[in-house]
């Protein structure tokens, strides 16, 4: 039983460019949401989060957006930077959960020159 | 200066041995968990503790057991190793929302 849901493996976009990374839910108890990025042999780095209350959370490149009625988030980078080329997890919490995350299984994104 | 630190990177043991891991944080946070990252690269949480006080066990089995000797330290000790114990260990902090994760400890279970 998965919680939450990164449907694409893998995304592909131009340097320059806005990547748009996607993330649905089914618990509707979340109501704290995070994107995590990883590179290979590190540990997931805090990339940006939001509260249920939001819908919508900046900061420089990064943006997320919360749709609660979808029970979907993403993840909007732009421009998008080669250094951007990692696996980003979303991931979701809730008081009841006592703060553990519920991880996606992550994207591969590619950043091409 | 390492915010969440694990120790050893890398791990490679026989099947039936006993191993620990241990994981340090320097962030003061009151709260730590360790997560597995399986062969099919999900993440999932085993344990959480708080203040030393263990707050969530996520159905792990009794081979798994963390222990907690102050509240900037949880380690991880597993008994009689599988192979289906291979994986990748990620220990992390936090104080309110956001989780800071170690380099994570790659066991391999041979």
């Known amino acids: 039983d998965q919680q939450v849901k990164q449907n694409s493996p893998s995304l592909s976009v131009q340097e320059g460019r806005i990547s748009i990374l996607n993330c649905d839910y089914t618990?509707?108890?979340?109501?704290?949401f995070l994107w995590y990025k990883k590179y290979p042999a590190e540990g997931p780095t805090f990339l940006i989060s939001?509260?249920?209350?939001?819908d919508k959370n900046e900061d420089g490149r990064f943006t997320v957006f919360l749709n609660k009625s979808a029970k979907h988030l993403s993840l909007h980078i732009v421009p998008s930077q080669p250094g951007d080329s990692a696996v980003y997890f979303c991931?979701?919490?809730?008081?009841?959960?006592?703060?553990?995350?519920?991880f996606g299984q992550g994207t591969r994104l590619t950043i091409n020159p | 200066d390492t915010a969440v630190s694990q120790t050893p990177k890398y791990l490679v043991t026989q099947m039936g041995n006993d191993k620990s891991i241990k994981c340090e944080q320097n962030?003061?946070?009151?709260?730590m968990y360790w997560y597995k990252q399986d062969s099919k690269k999900f993440l999932k949480i085993m344990f959480s503790?708080?203040?030393?006080?263990?707050?969530i066990n996520e159905t792990v089995p009794n081979r798994f057991s963390p222990k907690s000797p102050d509240k900037a330290h949880l380690n991880l000790h597993i008994n009689s190793l599988e192979l289906g114990d291979s994986a990748v260990y990620f220990c992390?902090?936090?104080?309110?929302?956001?989780?800071?994760f170690g380099p994570g400890t790659r066991l391999t279970v041979l």
């Open positions: 962030l003061g946070h009151d709260t």
């Open positions: 939001i509260s249920s209350i939001k």
């Open positions: 992390a902090s936090s104080q309110y929302n956001e989780q800071f």
């Open positions: 503790y708080n203040n030393k006080e263990l707050i």
């Open positions: 618990n509707s108890m979340f109501d704290y």
């Open positions: 991931a979701a919490s809730s008081i009841q959960g006592a703060q553990k995350l519920v």
